[in-house]
Every structure is written in structure tokens, then in C-alpha cells.
């Protein structure tokens, strides 16, 4: 059989987002990397709710389910429970994910079935035409917050943190070689992935995400983490580290030549027991500390459709086959008569 292109994850449907939304780029990246992941076509399902995000399904060649607000998660959980050889892909965004679908985020997170969650975060409803989302500043001004958003926001990272995910990581629309590396990652990773991709709104909240896109203010706004290595950024001459006490994190300011170790910069460990020290990461917000980037926490623990077989085949053992007609014979009957 003849290796697979992007071309072949590419439907034929017109791509209806507005021009200069970052969701093009993500979708260019999800369909690059798709035949490098060597699975069939007819093995894949993306699977989205409603939202921008949630047109990607008609985007992708591929099976795929436009479902209900928010819901995206749980039939996902249905479809990787009852065929678990299936590469699923949750498509959402931060309104439909962490709003009315934050529930049924939660669960599929503590849950870790072995799928992907794409959280597309723009922190502001586009398709209903720019309300605040849950991600939204405080003080933002919306159409449904004219005097600004006083709510605090919900933080992606720190919420799949506090759920139990398994893998948790955040990377950039425009970034496509990190885009790509961590979509390889959350692929490879047995349980739930979840990954929060940083987009622009062009019309309803433009700039948003400017200083971590921009690559002239990227090395000063953007800590990009990798398992093993000391919390730097910045460029020569002006580099800093992040140290952790307590949990708290605070900024180093290092010489070019200082050994970031023996200063006391923390050395990331994606693969922590704890989540403590990514929930320390997952705090530092602009404009007091750089946004991180990459992998917060990868650890493996039994996922959810593994154990539901493995309590099949324990019920098959002790009982015997299934049979669906004793099942409904079994136990009190009536009779109708007309």
C-alpha cells in the first residue's frame, strides 16, 4: 500500500474560518502529522463539539462526529471504549470545552482513555461573536462585558492538572515544529492527552496571544520546557531561570556564563510523581513570568478501556459467554396480550 500524504487527511469541503484565524495553521499541522502517525484513515475519528474549533471534523478526510455543546468528550468516551483499535481526536475550544463542556472534560481527563484532547484556546467565544469565554482576562470588554469580565479565569493547564490528565502540554499555533513535536507526543502517549494550542481571533480578540507568536518577543515572553534541561529563556546577554520554592516560582537573572543549576533553577521533570511542580509551572502567568511551552506532565498509569476489558473478560471467565437473549428472559416476564 502507498505511504500516506497530507493530501489524504485533506477533504474536499470550502475550510470556512475567517481569514487569519490560527485555526488554519493547526489544521495544516494536524494534517501533515496525521500520515506520519501510520495509522489507516478508516482508524481514525476526530470527534469536536460546537464552536469555530468545531468545524474541524468536515476538514479532516477522515471518520469524524460534529456533536452537541460541550458534549464532544463524552461520545468520544463511547466511541474509544467500544473499539479501542480507533485513534480518536477531541477537537474543542475553550468555550465549548471549558464551559458548558467542562464537566464532561473533567471526567474523560480522570478517566484516561487512551485519546487526544485539542483545546483550541483564543480566550473568547468567535462563532457566537465575541462573548468572554472562561479563559477571558479579567477586566476584558466584550459584547456581554462592556464594563469588563470580572470573573476569574479558568487556567487549561491547571485544570487537566487538577482532573488527574496523564499527559498535559501547551504549545502555538503559529509554532509549527513545536505544534507537530507535541502532537507526536500526545499521540504516543497511552491515556488522555491533552493539549492547549494558544490561537489568535483575528476579529473578536486580535493580538491575543501576540507576544508568545511574535518570534522578535518570543524569546523574552515564551519558556519553552524539555524533560531534563534548567528553566531558561531570554537571549545572550539578558538570560534568566525560573526557580521554584515552596512551589512558588520566582525569575534568576543569569550571566552568560553562570551555571544555571548550581544558581538554583529548577530542572524540568515533565515525568514528576507529584503534580505539584507542574502546578508551580501552570501559575506563571504574563507579564510577570514568560508563558511555558511544551510537555508539563507525562506519567502513565492503566487506561480506562484496558481495565473495562479486562473486567470483561473476568465477568466471561466466572459466567461464561454472553448471551443477550437470556439476559431478557431472565427474571420476572409478562405476557401482553391484545
Not at 495553521?25 to 496525521?34: F, W
Not at 506563571?284 to 511551552?293: E, L, Y
Request: hydrophobic share 35%.
Amino acid at each position: 500500500m502507498a505511504a500516506l500524504t497530507r493530501k489524504d487527511f485533506t477533504s474536499d469541503q470550502d475550510v470556512r474560518w475567517c481569514p487569519g484565524c490560527g485555526d488554519y495553521s493547526i489544521l495544516a499541522n494536524v494534517q501533515k502529522v496525521m500520515p506520519e502517525l501510520d495509522v489507516p484513515r478508516e482508524n481514525v475519528v476526530f470527534v469536536s463539539g460546537i464552536g469555530c474549533s468545531s468545524r474541524f471534523p468536515y476538514y479532516m478526510d477522515t471518520y469524524g462526529f460534529h456533536t452537541i455543546h460541550g458534549r464532544a468528550p463524552a461520545f468520544a468516551s463511547g466511541i474509544k471504549a467500544s473499539r479501542p483499535e480507533l485513534s480518536v481526536w477531541v477537537v474543542t475550544g475553550d468555550g465549548d470545552g471549558l464551559s458548558i463542556g467542562g464537566n464532561h472534560l473533567l471526567h474523560v481527563l480522570r478517566r484516561n482513555l487512551d485519546l487526544q484532547v485539542l483545546l483550541f484556546n483564543n480566550r473568547v467565544y468567535g462563532l457566537t461573536k465575541g462573548q468572554y469565554s472562561p479563559t477571558s482576562r479579567e477586566g476584558m470588554k466584550t459584547k456581554s462585558t462592556p464594563q469588563g469580565a470580572i470573573d476569574h479565569p479558568v487556567d487549561p493547564i491547571a485544570f487537566a492538572l487538577g482532573a488527574g490528565a496523564t499527559f498535559v502540554a501547551r504549545t502555538i499555533d503559529v509554532d509549527a515544529p513545536h505544534l507537530q513535536e507535541m502532537l507526536h507526543r500526545a499521540h504516543a502517549h497511552p491515556g488522555t492527552a491533552f493539549v492547549e494550542i494558544l490561537q489568535n481571533c483575528p476579529v473578536y480578540n486580535d493580538h491575543e496571544w501576540e507576544e508568545v507568536e511574535d518570534r522578535k518577543t518570543r524569546v523574552h515572553a515564551n519558556l519553552a520546557v524539555h524533560d531534563g534541561e534548567p528553566l531558561v529563556y531570554g537571549p545572550k546577554g539578558a538570560r534568566k531561570g525560573i526557580r521554584i520554592a515552596d512551589g512558588v516560582p520566582s525569575i534568576v537573572n543569569l550571566g552568560d556564563e553562570d551555571d544555571p543549576i548550581a544558581a538554583g533553577v529548577a530542572v524540568h521533570d515533565e515525568a514528576s510523581p507529584s503534580p505539584s511542580y507542574a502546578f508551580a509551572l501552570a501559575s506563571m502567568q504574563r507579564p510577570d513570568f514568560p508563558v511555558p511551552t511544551g510537555v508539563f506532565r507525562a506519567v502513565e498509569k492503566p487506561t480506562y478501556e484496558s481495565m473495562l476489558q479486562a473486567q470483561l473478560d473476568h465477568a466471561a471467565e466466572e459466567r461464561g459467554p454472553a448471551d443477550l437473549r437470556a439476559l431478557l428472559e431472565s427474571g420476572d416476564t409478562w405476557t401482553v396480550e391484545g
